[in-house]
């Protein structure tokens, strides 16, 4: 996670995907799904499905690209799941992969504004960051809440980052520096924004495990969608398709949110990460940013961003949700080392496409 | 399907699915997949699946791009099918979609590039036309064809796309007018090459039909890749991606190739329906050109592009694969008018990405 300008996109992919099967020998796999949002437009490649599997060494096998957005990537293990559930496939590989340093295509920014509606959201100017600051001025206005309230999902994300290898910014930083921070858009600060990455994570999911390898179980997965324009939504400050994915996982599963013992949500900026805590159940609407206080820690109530989250870790799009994902499964393992959430069993992650126009949730046990 | 200057991306999606929840009404759709290759790039539009979710008045309702190439649409009905039969989806709706002219962004040739490698071929100056080419060159240099012998694919095409009010030509051409056709990329000329077009194609899949809706039946769904770039291909000749795909089908559906009543296939380029007849196993390797000469008219041994094929209905992009698989439907149904193969009881539709670097193959039966 960083800027990678010495490597490509499919070497990314390659390296993830390495990494993910020399943690599982002797699976093989029978489909790739491929998270990716901006390849097409940053790379001038579509097509990654048949570029990764034979790069990949798995030339022949069913492979395709999964876009939503920032939820790309959850939306891809959502396909493999579906995948192995019908009986068709027994053992699917997930990959997510963005390149965004290093492109031949427009900049970052209108890139990612794709992922906005075009006629009525980017094509008046309005990119990812401007529709953050309205979400986050109206959340301050109608809650009562300062910019400083919000630190405390910047501070978490940093602390927790600075013990991953992985994540692109190690520095621990201080609610001093916070407020200080220089505006993108107001009131959203560079603390408040994750920053765009290069990166790659990749999953595996069977049907079949061998012996010691049935590890994690995948106990719910489910997805839903919002108006993709922010002005179409009755309630501004509800993430809807959040909200119903949530739920419908948690009744898949048979767990409440307050059995989840950690939650890794998408905090592309600390404004989703407080309406993504509502969303999800572990505030009441108007209270999530209570929750940054002190509740989010590692030893905390519903421990959040434990890798650094989007904004330490870092945001390479359509990578991200399989980067969460992954996150996820470390914890329940018992391997996050320093990031460790003690005793994890029930982990659950959600990403977000667009202003919450889609949400992927996934929940997780650790099985024996 | 043709060049659709006053209609939107969205409103094209948007008509398409009302036509086909129009034909099955009654059936409540829980997910949706779009298959769509070009909306980034040209329309600066990602996240498909919400916005047309939403627009489609299925606002909530999970949603998702399918993106494989020219391979999306075929795809997108193949996740489609993983959902339905994995128990977790009842009914999902598959709309492929795509808009070519009125765009923002850069030529439709740079845009459909990125289906091939874009380090390898395209940053090469290599088009999609220009990759036939050097397929078809081979093709007649091994084989022994003559131009003239490829002319038989274009012919049925144009005249099966007459009597479909869909189609984006509907002229008759003649052999004499084919040989004088004028050069995209020599040998490909103006009749060997389909024309990128607007359009928009939807389709229902049901695990719960009610009375009288449950007409066809997916026998079969295969998808398999082969190397992204052409020139690593250890036979440039032999579509490996296609050969599986089909080979898989056929076993899964329990039926042989000639058995099959109709297939669309994916005659992007002359020589592409050549080597897609061989691939399938309707003509030993080398051979797939001499069935132009009678045998794939709708009265033929194994009619093709029954509707005009890529060729003369139009191949928009990601939309194309829906169209195949809608035009074998109707086929099946008896619904195909002027265009019915008599007493269709098994079709099969073919997608293919890139130049065969992807390959979906669904079989489908009537049903009663």
């Not at 990716?36 to 790379?43: P, R």
């Not at 293990?77 to 995948?83: C, F, G, I, Y």
């Not at 997805?223 to 009755?234: F, I, K």
């Not at 029930?346 to 889609?358: I, P, R, V």
């Amino acid at each position: 996670m960083g800027e990678h300008w010495d490597t490509s996109l499919r070497e990314l992919a390659l390296r993830a995907l390495h990494a993910a099967q020399d943690d599982a020998p002797g699976l093989k796999p029978e489909a790739l799904f491929v998270g990716n949002m901006l390849a097409g437009a940053l790379s001038h490649q579509e097509h990654l499905g048949a570029l990764i599997a034979d790069f990949a060494g798995m030339r022949g096998i069913e492979a395709v690209t999964v876009e939503a957005a920032g939820a790309s990537g959850g939306a891809a293990l959502r396909q493999a799941v579906l995948a192995v559930a019908s009986g068709q496939v027994s053992t699917a590989l997930v990959v997510g992969v963005e390149k965004m340093t290093d492109r031949i295509g427009p900049g970052v920014t209108a890139a990612a504004a794709t992922a906005a509606d075009s006629d009525w959201e980017a094509a008046q100017g309005v990119t990812p960051t401007a529709l953050a600051a309205l979400l986050m001025r109206r959340y301050m206005h109608e809650h009562q809440v300062a910019l400083k309230d919000f630190a405390g999902f910047s501070l978490n994300a940093h602390a927790n980052a600075k013990t991953n290898p992985n994540a692109m910014f190690r520095n621990a930083i201080t609610a001093e520096a916070y407020v200080k921070a220089g505006m993108v858009a107001e009131p959203v600060n560079m603390f408040d924004a994750a920053p765009e990455a290069d990166g790659a994570a990749a999953l595996i999911i069977t049907a079949a495990p061998a012996n010691g390898q049935a590890r994690i179980r995948v106990a719910a997965s489910a997805m839903a969608t919002d108006t993709l324009a922010v002005h179409d939504r009755p309630d501004l400050l509800t993430f809807e398709a959040a909200q119903r994915s949530a739920e419908k996982a948690y009744r898949l599963a048979g767990v409440k949110a307050s059995e989840v013992d950690v939650f890794e949500l998408f905090d592309a900026f600390t404004v989703f990460a407080a309406l993504s805590l509502e969303a999800a159940g572990f505030a009441e609407r108007g209270r999530g940013w209570q929750l940054a206080a002190g509740d989010i820690g590692l030893t905390g109530r519903i421990p959040i961003s434990t890798f650094g989250g989007l904004k330490a870790r870092g945001n390479p799009g359509g990578a991200t949700g399989v980067y969460q994902i992954a996150e996820v499964v470390l914890q329940l393992r018992g391997e996050a080392g320093p990031n460790q959430v003690k005793d994890a069993r029930w982990g659950m992650a959600q990403s977000l496409g667009g202003a919450g126009a889609t949400a992927v949730t996934h929940i997780f046990e650790r099985a024996g």
